[in-house]
């Protein structure tokens, strides 16, 4: 039986990264289906207050961020070919982490796009995950971008990659004959897209973007085992912790921390809710801290280095 938790809701595109890359890897996972807003009842204990969605568990160990869940991944499965093409991949993995996905939430969260999902939801539900939401982000909007710019953005990101995947040199992956991770990040959020009804006509007439999201699709629908919140909490008190091997130490630059300080790990963008454990191990890949919990036992919380802000806590 598999270790491998992954803490997700169907609708989340950054867990469709991941189920993508789970069916690509061909390993077999738990599935947790989790609520779209908070409260989610027996993950912060085992993520200790790290919010967003999803999160990956490796029996005591929680893995935080897809950036480092998908690495953890890859090296579970013994086949990191996604991150054959090194810099480049990473780097465009990047843009559609980010750029790309804050275009989308612009043209989704759109109000000709809101109506649909309004009339899907249920107008008390939609409330409810617009006020979740803007705690998410203390209020600020995810992007400045307005829908019409967004929406603009977003067709000439269409026409570009619809071109390169075509003409007698064209690969089927963004970086050559296998996928790297960096068409996994930007099949999230094209794959986000294409979930509102509105926004996904704007695929029309891009046959060759389809056909290129196709294999994706295919992996992303393979499922997991149906597990519960409790059975995965249990199964977190139950195991040992390990440390992976991610990266030599490496300091915080300026900051008086030792490993074994308490230290207090935060997104740097939005969901800042600090996870505070004892510092077991930092390098330029990531930050690992051991929590103590009263109904997660021992727990090792894994993050990546970059997006995450350390600091002594007292
Ligand atoms: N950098 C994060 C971003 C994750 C993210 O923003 N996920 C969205 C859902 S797709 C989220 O957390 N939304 C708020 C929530 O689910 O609580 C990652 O790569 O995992």
Redesign the pocket.
Known sequence: MSDLYLHH?LS????EKVRALLGYLELPWNSVLIS???PRPNLMELSGGY????ILQDGANVV????L?CQHLAARAGNTSVYGAGFAATRLAEWA?STL?RTVVAMCFAPKALAVIAEQLGSDDLTAFMA??AK?TDGAAMTSLSPEVAEANFVHYLRELEDSLAGPSAKPFLLGDSPSIADFSLYHGLWFAAQNPVVEQLFDGFDNVKNYLKPFMAWGQIKGVPASSEAALARGAEAEPELFAYGEYLPVVGANISIGDSVAVT?D???KIPCVGELLHISDVAIVVRRHDALAGEINAYFPRT?FEVERST
Not at 12 to 15: A, E, G, K, L
Not at 51 to 54: G, I, L, N, S, V
């Open positions: 809701y989340s595109p950054f867990s779209n807003i908070m919010r967003k969605t999803p935080c961020d897809t950036k869940i982490d996905f979740d939401r998410l997104p963008d939005y969901g997006g």
